[in-house]
């Protein structure tokens, strides 16, 4: 009978370091899918310019700010810039010699906006923000973008600078459509930024190629292709020409090979490495670039051609990095 007792005692505490053994590894596993806030925010930003934009973002993040908040704000910065001949005001024309802009952004709970083919508005990243968070829709576009711009407020003004207008003209003399790779005639700035609280949001706004046809629309405005956001995974953003990066959904192909254990230079340079074999034919004349963050707050970038960089601000500095490439 005491052996009985013995073992039933024995047999109960089992059980209640089991259960609590069992507790112990529930947190654990619950644990594990959570983010580790980060001690200090993170912002990465395509080309040169990301450098001012990084700083503008900084002012909210180090604040302790949102993501979504910053990289709206660090964008916005560039769009303003007449003399940022790719992006917003000052954007050069389409052969129509119309400005035309597309912009999309996108948070930690997978909140999106998007508009495109939008004239007349400074800032369509804001627009593709209220789009966001003020309609049931995700993207709009042409005139119906503007006619809800105009409707929340936005200016209505003139986007063509004199130095833009007059380098159409020089070209409609030969009307040659032949974009260069790392010319900055088909570059987008796109921002993709971690907060304090580990949370992540991206950001993309462009004037798309130069001398395009009109109603032409890349990647920028596109989730899925420019910019992608999954906060338990990364976030990703695209430049270059936005026709490759469509083909392969390229931001969204990002995230979910760093959701399969890569880092974020290994899936950029893998995605690169796609749009290489699909456009091995004319690939001297392709340029496709990514950076990326992941969750774990590490970041990384990949392009084809050399020339592409990005802008990386941390804590300690604000640095401008050349890209690694394939060839």
């Known amino acids: 009978m005491s052996d009985r007792r013995k073992f039933l005692k024995n047999s109960a505490i089992g059980l209640t370091g089991l259960a609590a053994g069992s507790v112990a590894l529930e947190e654990l596993i619950h644990s594990s899918g959570k983010k580790n806030p980060k001690k200090f925010p993170l912002v990465l930003s395509t080309w040169n310019f990301g450098l001012k934009a990084n700083e503008e973002a900084w002012k909210i993040l180090s604040a302790g700010g949102r993501a979504i908040d910053a990289v709206e704000q660090g964008v916005r910065l560039v769009e303003a810039d007449p003399d940022e001949r790719s992006v917003g005001y000052g954007g050069r024309p389409d052969r129509d010699g119309r400005v035309t802009l597309d912009a999309c952004i996108m948070d930690e709970n997978m909140n999106i906006g998007s508009v495109a083919c ?100 890349g990647d920028s405005p596109i989730i899925g292709a420019g910019l992608y956001v999954d906060n338990e995974v990364g976030a990703v953003t695209a430049t270059g020409h936005g026709e490759e990066v469509i083909r392969i959904a390229g931001c969204h192909l990002v995230v979910e090979l760093m959701r399969q254990g890569m880092s974020p230079e290994k899936a950029c340079k893998t995605a690169v490495e796609r749009v290489c074999r699909k456009q091995k034919h004319r690939i001297n004349e392709v340029q496709v670039g990514f950076i990326a963050i992941s969750s774990k707050g590490e970041y990384g970038a990949y392009c084809i051609h050399p020339g592409f960089n990005y802008a990386v601000r941390t804590n300690e500095r604000n640095s401008l990095i050349e890209s690694k490439s394939i060839l």
């Open 118 to 217: 939008l004239e007349h508005i400074k800032h369509p990243i804001s627009v593709a923000r209220a789009v966001m968070e003020k309609t049931p829709h995700v993207m709009l576009v042409g005139d119906g973008a503007l006619q809800f711009a105009l409707e929340k407020g936005f200016q209505k003004e003139n986007l063509l600078t004199e130095a833009s207008e007059k380098e159409w003209k020089e070209w409609l003399k030969t009307a040659k459509y032949q974009p260069v790779v790392n010319i900055e005639n088909h570059d987008t700035i796109g921002m993709v930024a971690m907060d304090t609280s580990g949370n992540l949001s991206g950001a993309c706004t462009t004037s798309g190629m130069a001398f395009k046809m009109h109603g032409r629309v």
